[in-house]
């Protein structure tokens, strides 16, 4: 049987944010407790755990019970993977529950170095090794708990709510439906735990820069327009939701004006006050933030900083070193772009042929819908193209399906130009690239192949949706967060596609590099706003005059870095990690060298800090050449 495209595409308006923001919490006294609240995740039958009768089994039932307590303590996480356990919650994000999770880590990595890994797999080492590396890593974190901007313009709270009901919040009955009506109900509460964490933050003197309290407020403003907020021709974008989602499942007038009316009161009564408020303590603390932008101007700035690379990049390099790298990395692809200029005969220097890129009508699609769908059908046809491919470089490949969507419009002007969501677990909800179209001349055409296998196939679909469903690793381990590792391999599969025999079109493979070289130039300005003083300004105009991409382009990249600090030195660190262990896998292997086990060595652990990544495909190496 022909085996079905795992990716289509819709012109129908969704997306969802990646998770901004930390696991809910209830507040129990103790794991135990929570584990035991949490057990309507499991079956009858899973709950009669039998005692475990080696260190094998000890260590797997330590690893079930610990997902299992984090995930009874998300409801967010819980819909997120399909589940409806909690389906009218948001979560607890008060400082108390914080403090809880604190406790609990502790406690886990405790409890993980008593075991005895002598009695071991290899396989059970190395995800025990991960466990502790990960809980190491957030209790490091915490210690600046309070650094971490709970709002910023580019993705929190204020867009995280209406994206997560329109995206996550599948309805499918009428108890589905309650349960929305019920999470609008609790965005009040949602709201004062987010405002309480933004009061603790003014007395630590913590803030984002001034220009971003603007963007955060008129983005809430944008959730609350519209009915039954006001006196207006369109439905506001929650309702707008509400209503297709109830037609959907095909309920009597009866029952869908009854559903209705109890969601406009809790759109009224919850959410309209609950956002106002929010803009008004967002109001409060803009004339309150210290001028600059980057986390210097922080008390303790330099330190939280050292902690974002240290997390970002799974290295101990320092910011003067990740700005060298990128500034060496820069020269490299420039390089290697006088090249293409000479392939397409342009007579002018890099920066006139920069301008060029950036004003011809060719690279562009036209404002229009029609423009739109062109944009995202092509996407599509990049992608189908190297679907057909991955036999012969991958062995491990995802069941889950892919779709290409847009941007939806309330949070457009904030969004990045494209980003991915995992499927769920269960498989009703496929993997998304999600491609912003607010404005397509940030879009050119001539960078859509990389972005395509970036966010799609073989970047991210392929080793987030291949992790979920990885066979004979703990549960955890598939959803850990090594952000060099994951994002380094997006940038990979971005060169991988030239090896494969894409970019036949020298445009497109200069706009490969330009996708490079724009993640080059992040090592530089993330560590020059952060560290060495740089101003938004100074940031956008080497982004500028060092890359081909638009003004528009430049602006939003520099503001979401300095909302989140280090987060893009994670691209080309984890990028130069992964082809430094390919170029010596093939010089230590020759002929016995193959595509396949390589890539199969990399995704078949789930994500790994470089760290381990490096130690697994040396072993490999070893066993193969």
Known sequence: MKQKSIITTTAKVFAISSLAFALGACSPSDEEKVTQEGQSLQTEAE??????????????????????????????????????????????????????????????????????????????????????????????????????????????????????????????????????????????????????????????????????????????????????????????????????????????????????????????????????????????????????DGVWRLPNGSEWYQNRLNWFTTTELNAEEVHKIGLENVERIHNQMRDIMKQVNFDGTMQEFFLFMRNDDRFYYENTDEGRQRYMTEAKDYIDAMEAKLDDYFGLKPQARMVVKRVEAFR??????????????????????????????????????????????????????????????????KYVSFTAYTEGWGLYTEELGKDMGFYTDPYSDFGRLAMELWRACRLVVDTGIHEMKWSRDKAINYLIDNTPNPEADSIKAIERYIAMPGQATAYMIGKLKIMELRDLAKSEMGDKFDYRGFHDTILKDGPVPLTLLEKNVKSWIAANK
């Open 47 to 292: 709950q009669k755990v039998v005692a475990p009768a080696n260190e094998s089994e000890r260590l797997a039932l330590f690893f079930k019970q610990s997902y299992e307590t984090d995930l009874a303590r998300s409801p967010m996480a819980q819909s997120y993977q399909g589940i409806k356990t909690d389906y009218d919650k948001w979560g607890d994000f008060s400082e108390a529950a914080a403090d809880e999770t604190r406790a609990l880590m502790e406690k886990r990595l405790t409890d993980a170095n008593k075991f005895n890994t002598s009695e071991l797999s290899e396989s059970e080492k190395l995800s025990l090794e991960i466990y502790k590396i990960d809980l190491e890593r957030k209790l490091a974190n915490d210690e600046f708990r309070h650094h971490t901007y709970i709002m910023h313009q580019f993705r929190a709270w204020h867009t995280t709510v209406p994206s997560f009901l329109i995206n996550i919040h599948r309805i499918s009955d009428v108890s589905d439906a309650e349960a929305y009506i019920a999470r609008l109900q609790k965005v009040d509460a949602l709201f004062d735990q987010v405002i309480e964490q933004l009061k603790i933050r003014q007395d630590l003197g913590v803030y984002p820069p001034k220009w971003a309290y603007d963007q955060m407020i008129q983005a809430s403003a944008n959730v609350i327009k519209g009915n039954p907020f006001n006196e207006s021709p369109a439905d506001s974008t929650i309702l707008k939701d509400f209503k297709e989602k109830l037609k959907a499942i095909g309920l009597s007038n009866a029952e869908q004006a009854g559903l209705l009316a109890e969601a406009n009161e809790a759109l009224l009564t919850s959410v309209k006050p609950a956002y106002e408020k929010l803009m008004q303590a967002l109001s409060t603390q803009r004339l309150l933030t210290p001028e600059g």
């Open 412 to 477: 457009e002007q904030s969004a990045g130009k494209a980003f991915y969501q995992s499927p769920s677990k269960d498989g009703s909800r496929p993997g998304t690239y999600y491609a912003n179209l607010f404005d397509m001349r940030s879009m050119p055409t001539y960078q859509m192949e990389a972005l395509a296998y970036h966010e799609g196939i073989p970047g991210h679909h392929m080793q987030r949706a291949i992790a979920q469903e990885l066979d004979g690793i703990p549960e955890f381990q």
